[in-house]
């Protein structure tokens, strides 16, 4: 807004892109957004905790329950780094999709099929078939079901280039409902809650519950990386991404890469719908995927597309999240307090982007006094 | 033949709900931002309608100004999320989608914490009966209808008016569809998207403050509102970017979504406990179709605006 305040004068502060940054400074900017976010969150929860506005020293356990919520014991460490695995999961699905500037916003949905397809596998066959094949069944199920639900938006967008945002949206809901369908016919009590399934339950390798999912993730982290980075499909998803025309210029058959992409990652969405249901839940609620499909975005794109990078951001909103919860339950506040420290820190993070991509020019001493004024508002 | 009457009354007040947010989410992507924090910004409305109602409601001030008070109070909360908003994606450039779900992540959080700490009989019992005005007490259909839902109408339609019939709307326009091109005839781009969508999201917000206090009036209604936050930005596309398109598209999504409880009390159609999550997929389902098939048309005055979600930096050509 500076920029309009003086506008027959030389603006106070002029923006320029700045061509590179130094790897150092720009993680300096992230952190300095971090710790910023974290004194706001410190101001909230003066604000809304009884208990610390009564007693102001007892900010200290409040910062300290962050470390407390994933790292204090080695199951709320392997709880962390699973509930880490799933979220980077779905947003590792998303990121051939973004890269591509198809902004699919449906990957709850796709993951919540995903979970459906196969519980549905797992409900009817679960006595039928042998373990093994029963988990085969079950992983074929979801990430048909995954595909299914992601290319019918891109089919769509290939075909009358529909708006893809709006319509992978809606998708969730759809999927939503289709649960709550299969539920009612499912249970006939009318209690609408499955029991956990007998049948179909991944492995514990070593007897630890939570390795499987990490390692499944771990190693779909490294294959991602590779075919976003050294494929030629993910040359052409790049090259989509970055100017339609140029693509169709050089021959690349956009709707196919569009359509291809689309199942790629809808299916990718299913296997980790695959992993909370035979590795976690072994049931299906509404709730399964519990909005992970839209932290996934946030993680895929603070990571900047990149499946490594986004290991580090998926795994901070997951220590915010579980921190977060902790201090919730040690001074017995609402449940929904993970979601607002969550939402301030992400504004500080999404925000920091600007100062890492943009470089601001002051208009002298007198202007850099005011900005700084105004900076502190 | 009464109960149809008061299944179209029903549908028409619930469906006031969405047409405060969907048209608060026009205005903002007519601007050309895709505001996904509209779920969290009506919740953020009714929280901060009911922090008002909570200090004032049992005051004994004129029954004029406790409405009044009670909507300023909602208008300021979530206008002020919106400059949230605006903030990051008109100054700070900021992924529109990313911060709208971040928004949202933020907003109903923050209303459960806060709606969590109140106590219902301050902030519902007796101004409820104050925003029923004139129909309050009645006995029949009629007694749901209040206060904001006529100004739910008025406003939809005036928005509709700005929008389509004034030099402001017009300019508005411009800005979402080709900023650049706006920005070179001298129209202030970024004031215009700050504006449109601070008062966009204060319109939104009104319609949480009506769930919780006027629609459903209960001490559990906040805890379903963020799906209707949803629903609205659904029947953006329904609506075809039209506010007062918004008063038929959300009496029609209010019917399709409560016609699942009145379906079942008439026999001659027989509905299976089954069928009701797929009659409330249905505001869904017709939003896709209706998407799908205003892109196979394919007229220019049925579209998105060109440059919704896209940020707009002056240098950046």
Same mark, same amino acid.
Request: proline letters at 4%; a positive charge; hydrophobic letters at 50%.
């Given at each position: 807004?500076?920029?309009?305040?003086?506008?027959?004068?030389?603006?106070?502060?002029?923006?320029?892109?700045?061509?590179?940054?130094?790897?150092?400074?720009?993680?300096?900017?992230?952190?300095?957004?971090?710790?910023?976010?974290?004194?706001?969150?410190?101001?909230?929860?003066?604000?809304?905790?009884?208990?610390?506005?009564?007693?102001?020293?007892?900010?200290?356990?409040?910062?300290?329950?962050?470390?407390?919520?994933?790292?204090?014991?080695?199951?709320?460490?392997?709880? #962390?780094?699973?509930?880490?695995?799933?979220?980077?999961?779905?947003?590792?699905?998303?990121?051939?999709?973004?890269?591509?500037?198809?902004?699919?916003?449906?990957?709850?949905?796709?993951?919540?099929?995903?979970?459906?397809?196969?519980?549905?596998?797992?409900?009817?066959?679960?006595?039928?078939?042998?373990?093994?094949?029963?988990?085969?069944?079950?992983?074929?199920?979801?990430?048909?079901?995954?595909?299914?639900?992601?290319?019918?938006?891109?089919?769509?967008?290939? /075909?009358?280039?529909?708006?893809?945002?709006?319509?992978?949206?809606?998708?969730?809901?759809?999927?939503?409902?289709?649960?709550?369908?299969?539920?009612?016919?499912?249970?006939?009590?009318?209690?609408?809650?499955?029991?956990?399934?007998?049948?179909?339950?991944?492995?514990?390798?070593?007897?630890?519950?939570?390795?499987?999912?990490?390692?499944?993730?771990?190693?779909?982290?490294?294959?991602?990386?590779?075919?976003?980075?050294?494929?030629?499909?993910?040359?052409?998803?790049?090259?989509?991404?970055?100017?339609?025309?140029?693509?169709?210029?050089?021959?690349?058959?956009?709707?196919?890469?569009?359509?291809?992409?689309?199942?790629?990652?809808?299916?990718?969405?299913?296997?980790?719908?695959?992993?909370?249901?035979?590795?976690?839940?072994?049931?299906?609620?509404?709730?399964?995927?519990?909005?992970?499909?839209?932290?996934?975005?946030?993680?895929?794109?603070?990571? /900047?597309?990149?499946?490594?990078?986004?290991?580090?951001?998926?795994?901070?909103?997951?220590?915010?999240?579980?921190?977060?919860?902790?201090?919730?339950?040690?001074?017995?506040?609402?449940?929904?307090?993970?979601?607002?420290?969550?939402?301030?820190?992400?504004?500080?993070?999404?925000?920091?982007?600007?100062?890492?991509?943009?470089?601001?020019? #002051?208009?002298?001493?007198?202007?850099?006094?005011?900005?700084?004024?105004?900076?502190?508002? | 033949?009464?109960?149809?009457?008061?299944?179209?009354?029903?549908?028409?007040?619930?469906?006031?709900?969405?047409?405060?947010?969907?048209?608060?989410?026009?205005?903002?992507?007519?601007?050309?931002?895709?505001?996904?924090?509209?779920?969290?910004?009506?919740?953020?409305?009714?929280?901060?309608?009911?922090?008002?109602?909570?200090?004032?409601?049992?005051?004994?001030?004129?029954?004029?100004?406790?409405?009044?008070?009670?909507?300023? %109070?909602?208008?300021?909360?979530?206008?002020?999320?919106?400059?949230?908003?605006?903030?990051?994606?008109?100054?700070?450039? %900021?992924?529109?989608?990313?911060?709208?779900?971040?928004?949202?992540?933020?907003?109903?959080?923050?209303?459960?914490?806060?709606?969590?700490?109140?106590?219902?009989?301050?902030?519902?019992?007796?101004?409820?009966?104050?925003?029923?005005?004139?129909?309050?007490?009645?006995?029949?259909?009629?007694?749901?209808?209040?206060?904001?839902?006529?100004? %739910?109408?008025?406003?939809?339609?005036?928005?509709?008016?700005?929008?389509?019939?004034?030099?402001?709307?017009?300019?508005?326009?411009?800005?979402?569809?080709?900023?650049?091109?706006?920005?070179?005839?001298?129209?202030?781009?970024?004031?215009?998207?700050?504006?449109?969508?601070?008062?966009?999201?204060?319109? %939104?917000?009104?319609?949480?403050?009506?769930?919780?206090?006027?629609?459903?009036?209960?001490?559990?209604?906040?805890?379903?509102?963020?799906?209707?936050?949803?629903?609205?930005?659904?029947?953006?596309?329904?609506?075809?970017?039209?506010?007062?398109?918004?008063?038929?598209?959300?009496?029609?999504?209010?019917?399709?979504?409560?016609?699942?409880?009145?379906?079942?009390?008439?026999?001659?159609?027989?509905?299976?406990?089954?069928?009701?999550?797929?009659?409330?997929?249905?505001?869904?389902?017709?939003?896709?179709?209706?998407?799908?098939?205003?892109?196979?048309?394919?007229?220019?005055?049925?579209?998105?605006?060109?440059?919704?979600?896209?940020?707009?930096?002056?240098?950046?050509?």
């Amino acid at each position: 807004m500076s920029q309009h305040t003086a506008e027959n004068r030389e603006p106070l502060v002029h923006l320029s892109k700045r061509p590179t940054i130094h790897p150092v400074k720009s993680a300096l900017i992230r952190l300095a957004a971090i710790v910023l976010g974290l004194a706001v969150c410190g101001l909230v929860a003066f604000l809304l905790i009884e208990k610390i506005r009564e007693n102001p020293g007892k900010i200290w356990d409040f910062y300290n329950a962050f470390i407390k919520g994933a790292f204090s014991t080695p199951r709320k460490f392997w709880k #962390f780094l699973r509930s880490t695995a799933i979220l980077l999961g779905i947003a590792l699905a998303l990121t051939p999709a973004f890269r591509m500037r198809f902004w699919n916003t449906g990957a709850e949905g796709q993951t919540l099929v995903g979970v459906l397809g196969a519980i549905a596998v797992s409900f009817y066959l679960g006595d039928k078939v042998p373990e093994g094949v029963l988990l085969m069944l079950m992983l074929l199920a979801a990430m048909l079901s995954g595909a299914v639900w992601g290319v019918i938006p891109a089919l769509c967008k290939a /075909k009358w280039n529909t708006n893809e945002t709006l319509f992978t949206l809606m998708m969730n809901y759809v999927a939503t409902f289709l649960v709550s369908y299969f539920l009612v016919i499912w249970v006939p009590n009318g209690s609408s809650s499955l029991p956990k399934m007998k049948y179909g339950k991944l492995p514990a390798i070593g007897g630890n519950d939570y390795l499987l999912p990490i390692l499944v993730v771990l190693f779909l982290t490294i294959a991602l990386y590779i075919y976003v980075n050294y494929s030629k499909h993910g040359y052409e998803i790049n090259v989509v991404g970055e100017s339609v025309r140029t693509a169709q210029y050089v021959g690349i058959n956009v709707r196919k890469v569009i359509i291809r992409t689309m199942i790629l990652s809808g299916m990718l969405c299913g296997l980790v719908g695959y992993l909370i249901a035979a590795g976690m839940d072994q049931t299906v609620t509404t709730n399964s995927v519990g909005g992970q499909g839209f932290t996934a975005i946030m993680v895929s794109w603070l990571g /900047k597309f990149n499946p490594l990078f986004m290991i580090l951001t998926s795994g901070l909103i997951q220590v915010l999240n579980q921190g977060a919860a902790q201090i919730s339950q040690d001074f017995n506040v609402s449940g929904a307090l993970p979601a607002v420290i969550t939402g301030i820190i992400l504004f500080f993070i999404i925000g920091c982007e600007f100062f890492i991509n943009y470089e601001l020019h #002051f208009r002298g001493r007198h202007g850099r006094a005011q900005a700084k004024k105004e900076g502190v508002k | 033949m009464n109960i149809w009457l008061n299944f179209l009354i029903d549908s028409l007040a619930f469906g006031a709900t969405f047409m405060y947010g969907s048209t608060g989410e026009i205005l903002t992507e007519k601007a050309g931002h895709l505001n996904l924090g509209i779920p969290g910004i009506m919740c953020m409305g009714g929280a901060g309608g009911c922090l008002m109602l909570n200090l004032i409601g049992k005051s004994g001030l004129p029954p004029f100004l406790i409405v009044l008070l009670g909507i300023l %109070a909602s208008l300021l909360m979530s206008g002020l999320m919106g400059l949230i908003y605006s903030f990051m994606t008109v100054t700070l450039r %900021a992924n529109q989608n990313v911060t709208g779900l971040a928004l949202t992540t933020f907003g109903v959080g923050l209303m459960k914490v806060i709606m969590s700490k109140m106590d219902a009989t301050v902030y519902l019992v007796g101004p409820k009966m104050f925003y029923r005005w004139p129909f309050a007490g009645r006995q029949d259909a009629l007694q749901c209808l209040g206060v904001l839902f006529f100004l %739910a109408i008025i406003v939809a339609v005036a928005s509709s008016y700005i929008l389509f019939k004034t030099k402001v709307g017009l300019h508005l326009r411009a800005v979402g569809e080709n900023p650049a091109t706006a920005d070179a005839v001298g129209i202030n781009v970024n004031r215009y998207k700050y504006v449109a969508t601070c008062v966009g999201s204060a319109i %939104a917000g009104l319609g949480g403050f009506y769930y919780i206090i006027d629609y459903m009036a209960s001490q559990e209604a906040y805890l379903s509102l963020e799906a209707f936050g949803w629903l609205s930005i659904a029947l953006v596309i329904f609506a075809l970017w039209r506010p007062h398109m918004t008063i038929i598209g959300s009496t029609v999504f209010g019917f399709l979504f409560s016609c699942s409880s009145y379906i079942t009390n008439i026999d001659w159609i027989h509905v299976t406990m089954a069928m009701k999550p797929i009659l409330k997929m249905l505001p869904y389902v017709v939003t896709i179709l209706v998407l799908i098939i205003s892109s196979v048309r394919n007229k220019r005055e049925n579209q998105p605006p060109s440059s919704l979600g896209l940020s707009y930096f002056r240098e950046d050509r």
